[in-house]
């Protein structure tokens, strides 16, 4: 049994889910999500209240695909409610970020300014050094906040490059150090 699938999600009075041609649409006040219902998952709709179940529950692909179409449903409905948002922080002398239309240009130390183009129906935002980034799909958000990091990842000596907010930099005591230690 997943534990995850079998608990039933409750839809907010503002938000509509209907399963059509293979099709999951869940709709919002932030917008609509859409997503590939995989046949051999059903999903019924009383009322508000959606449960989700698999024909054999024994089989342990049907029971992954119960739990992360769960997981799939909750997400959605969070994302055309309340959306989700990732940020990322700058650090290291010179590295600027600006917005340019709907894209991200990057200066993080490269020889050429580094153009990050947004994906569709995310939104971004710059302060100082801080890359706000929301959107209502979970997956496009955290799929451009680490495709942003990646141009530049954070190194471990001086902390310099492009890190999240919540992350914390193990930093490593360099040369100096292994003199000392001789």
Same mark, same amino acid.
Do not use: C
């Given at each position: ?24 649409v869940v ?65 290291? &002398? %010179?590295?600027?970020? !600006?917005?340019?239309? @709907?894209?991200? #240009?990057? /200066? ?7 153009? *990050?183009?947004?994906?569709?129906g ?18 496009? &958000? %955290?799929?451009?906040? !680490?495709?942003?990091? @990646?141009?530049? #990842?954070? /190194? ?7 890190? *999240? ?18």
């Open positions: 049994m997943s534990r995850i699938g079998k608990k039933v999600i409750n839809l907010p009075s503002n938000v509509t889910l209907t399963v059509a041609n293979g099709l999951i709709k919002g006040p932030k917008g609509e999500l859409q997503r590939v219902l995989d046949p051999r998952i059903t999903i019924k709709n009383d009322n508000g209240s959606v449960t989700v179940s698999v024909a054999n529950p024994e089989e342990k692909k049907e029971r992954s695909l119960w739990g992360t179409y769960g997981a799939h449903i909750r997400n959605m409905v969070i994302g055309v409610t309340e959306g989700y948002k990732k940020e990322l922080e700058i650090n290291g &002398v %010179g590295f600027k970020v !600006a917005v340019q239309g @709907k894209d991200l #240009k990057l /200066e993080v130390g490269f020889s050429h300014s580094v153009i *990050y183009k947004m994906p569709a995310l939104t971004v935002a710059v302060e100082k050094n801080h890359i706000k980034i929301e959107g209502i799909d979970k997956e496009k &958000v %955290g799929e451009a906040a !680490a495709q942003i990091r @990646k141009i530049k #990842k954070p /190194e471990p000596y001086k902390g310099k490059g492009i890190k *999240y907010v919540t992350e914390v930099i193990r930093k490593k005591a360099g040369k100096s150090a292994a003199k000392s230690a001789a």
